[in-house]
């Protein structure tokens, strides 16, 4: 369960407070303890339900983190399937469907790139995302925003010179073209 963690961190932060506040409670109520076994006891107890405390505090930090990074795949897996399924999609669209910003959608873009899950051409100045077959292009040496005739830049990379789209290939792609 994604953020599952922050359900246990809670538990664990209020079960270790409620034990505190009775031991407390029972402690002050009970009158056959002496005030040096009462502050002996009390400091036992939270030596045993701070820790337990500390960890629950961790598991809710973690869990709402993992939430956060979950919810940014989700729409990194948006993006990528709007391109996919679309073939050509600008970064506009992309904002106005995933109600980002231009910076965060760019962001993700970049992101996906780097984790070789895009393969297609972005033209960064018209704003325009293709979705190409890695091996389509590596046969057609074509840009498929404007017909030129693509440069290898660098591994997994393929620059037009004449509008400047940007092909990005996959690995197994980007090995095959060498």
Do not use: H
């Amino acid at each position: 369960m994604i953020g599952g963690g922050r359900i246990i961190g809670i538990g664990l932060m209020v079960v270790s407070a409620v034990l505190l506040v009775g031991f407390v409670v029972w402690g002050s109520t009970e009158g056959t303890l002496t005030d040096g076994g009462f502050a002996l006891g009390t400091l036992l107890a939270l030596m045993v339900l701070a820790p337990i405390f500390g960890i629950g505090f961790y598991l809710l930090r973690r869990g709402g983190e993992e939430e956060r990074q979950f919810a940014v795949v989700k729409q990194e897996k948006k993006l990528l399937n709007m391109v996919l399924t679309q073939g050509k999609v600008t970064i506009p669209e992309l904002v106005a469907e995933l109600s980002e910003p231009r910076e965060d959608i760019e962001e993700m873009i970049r992101d996906l790139v780097g984790k070789q899950l895009f393969s297609g051409a972005i033209n960064w100045d018209k704003g325009i995302l293709y979705s190409v077959e890695s091996q389509a292009l590596t046969e057609q040496s074509t840009c498929p925003n404007c017909g030129g005739k693509l440069e290898f830049a660098g591994k997994g990379l393929i620059v037009c010179p004449y509008c400047g789209s940007e092909v990005f290939l996959t690995k197994r792609a980007a090995a095959a073209t060498v």
